[in-house]
């Protein structure tokens, strides 16, 4: 059950990507964000008051949610967002997508796990993924290899709020209270950034960029929920490398439905691989 809630959650988070490039064709990535968090935090409390008790939520457990949230999607997908706008969906997306990586590094002090050869091997695939994409020229657009920041940024920040989740499911096995108490403090987390940047000022928001905006919320909540599912029913270390086969999907997705906007070499393909390979053999142990 844990391994058909990931690949669902793959599959969301990848037509999310894709959405939100269309979307940020007329609009920009604090906007995006914002709409997609506060779309994600309203849908979860509508499921929460039809599902569970609103005494789920006296357990100590629900802080390892709210502060995971504001870690990801708070911080997270601000991040990835201006990744893809920066430097497209095809670059940005198979970077994120070390986040397991990272996350399995961090299991190895918070949850006992054992660095091996195969994370060896996991880890190098991962960087030369990522040196491939960075080193990946495009005809339809230039982009700064600096602003790769920011989807490394994000990476680091998914795979903190995996450990929090994951630690936050063991002491309270409740995803749909998780996922609300995730979506809500990243929802304050992301109002706070969109204040701070200049409220009304940036945020710019048309008819069409937010139709795609709402469609990826809706698809990016669809993942949320997928993916705390998943880590209730299975261990960090299988559900994350089938979550992390979202650029794939995005890959496919692009080539699909933004070649007008987007490029997908033989070069990016090869990254994607890289890293989504590297990724799985770190995790998979």
């Known amino acids: ?27 920009n990535a604090i906007t995006g964000s914002f709409i997609s968090i506060s779309l994600s935090a309203a849908i979860s409390w509508i499921l929460v008051s039809f599902f569970i008790p609103l005494s789920s939520f006296l357990t100590h457990a629900v802080w390892y949610f709210v502060v995971g949230g504001i870690f990801a999607p708070g911080a997270a997908r601000i991040l990835v967002y201006m990744g893809i706008d920066r430097i497209g969906v095809s670059r940005s997306v198979p970077v994120v997508n070390a986040a397991p990586m990272i996350a399995s590094i961090l299991a190895v002090f918070f949850l006992g796990e054992t660095w091996t050869f195969q994370n060896f091997i996991g880890t190098s695939l991962v960087i030369l993924g990522v040196v491939i994409i960075s ?13 790769l920041i920011y989807p490394l940024m994000a990476a680091m920040a998914f795979a903190i709020a995996s450990n929090l989740r994951k630690f936050g499911l063991l002491v309270e096995n ?7 108490a995730n ?26 960029s937010f139709c795609w905006f709402f469609a990826a919320g809706l698809a990016s909540t669809a993942g949320m929920l997928a993916n ?18 979202n650029p794939v999907f995005t890959v496919l997705l692009a080539a699909i439905f933004l070649r007008d906007v987007e490029a997908v070499t033989p070069r990016v ?10 990724t799985a053999l770190v995790v998979m142990v």
């Open 174 to 180: 409740i995803p749909l209270m998780a996922s609300a």
């Open 1 to 27: 059950m844990g391994k058909y809630f990931a690949l669902q959650a793959a599959l969301a988070f990848a037509i999310s990507n894709v959405l939100i490039r269309r979307g940020l064709a007329t609009s």
């Open 135 to 147: 080193r990946t020229q495009t005809e339809q657009r230039r982009w700064d290899k600096r602003d």
């Open 228 to 245: 705390f599912y998943a880590l209730s029913f299975g261990r960090l270390v299988i559900v994350e490398p089938l979550v992390s086969t």
């Open 183 to 208: 979506g809500t403090s990243a929802f304050l987390f992301a109002a706070l950034v969109l204040r701070v940047q200049g409220g009304r000022r940036v945020f710019k928001l048309s008819g069409s």
């Open 269 to 278: 393909v090869v990254g994607t691989l890289c890293t989504v390979m590297g």
